[in-house]
């Protein structure tokens, strides 16, 4: 009983860390393209720091799929 609690636990959370590195993976794209598309207004400045975000949040998407890859390997122990 007490397994099976866990392991439904462990699949939650599979799904979630997918979910949130997919998210985390667009906004990262999004950012990027709003820093190589050309606007009036944008400054150097506001072009690098969408860089910097971009990456920081493509960072983010990896370590959500690293967490993702780990709970899979302990879901698939545990059966």
């Known amino acids: 009983m007490e397994k099976d609690r866990e392991m439904k636990q462990l699949k939650h959370k ?3 860390y997918k979910r949130f590195s997919f998210i985390f993976l667009f906004i990262s794209a999004f950012l990027y393209i709003g ?3 050309p606007m009036d207004g944008k ?3 506001r072009a690098e720091g969408l860089m910097i975000a971009g990456l920081v949040f493509l960072l983010v998407a990896f370590v959500f799929y690293w967490r993702l890859q ?3 390997k302990r879901y698939e122990e545990n059966l």
């Open 70 to 72: 780990v709970a899979k």
């Open 14 to 16: 599979i799904t979630d």
């Open 43 to 45: 400054t150097a400045g």
């Open 35 to 37: 820093s190589a598309l």
